[in-house]
């Protein structure tokens, strides 16, 4: 839209000053910048790649926590990176917290998998853990999930 508006404005200065010169040098913009297609496809690609930063600054401060417990392994079993279930495993087994999916009635939540840490379900949605508190979900942290499930 910037770019539109500017050569607009270009247009309208070469106009005003009867500059016919300006006029012929002015093109239009390429397809490929004005296709709303390919601008989504960006935005969206650009989105991916902050959450993904944010996600991999957000397993280094649980990564950091969990180092300093104890020694640190995760059991990786997608060629060297953890997932987000595999660090939640790794995190109920070094507190000595009992993890286990829920079978039944209860072992979903919008179509995702429900767990039992310790006593508290909890399910992951775009690796976030909520866990269940009275009859609502609240995202938290792995620090008040253990302290919840130890209590």
């Known amino acids: 839209i910037c770019r539109h508006f500017y050569a607009g404005l270009g247009m309208i200065d070469a106009v005003v000053r009867s500059d016919t010169d300006a006029l012929e040098d002015l093109t239009p913009p390429c397809r490929e910048e004005v296709n709303f297609q390919s601008v989504l496809a960006r935005r969206a690609k650009e989105d991916r790649q902050r959450a993904e930063a944010a996600m991999r600054a957000r397993v280094a401060g ?23 279930r595999e660090v939640i495993e790794d995190f109920a087994r070094r507190n000595d917290i009992d993890f286990a ?28 853990v909520f866990a269940q508190r009275a009859s609502s979900w609240h995202p938290t942290s792995l620090e008040d999930l253990a302290l919840a499930a130890n209590s």
């Not at 649980?62 to 987000?84: K, Y």
Request: net charge neutral.
């Open 101 to 128: 999916p829920r079978f039944g009635a209860n072992s979903s939540r919008d179509g995702k998998q429900v767990f039992s840490f310790g006593g508290v379900s909890i399910y992951f949605d775009n690796n976030v």
């Open 62 to 84: 649980e990564e950091s926590a969990l180092s300093r417990n104890g020694n640190h392994s995760f059991h990786q079993g997608n060629g060297g990176v953890a997932t987000f």
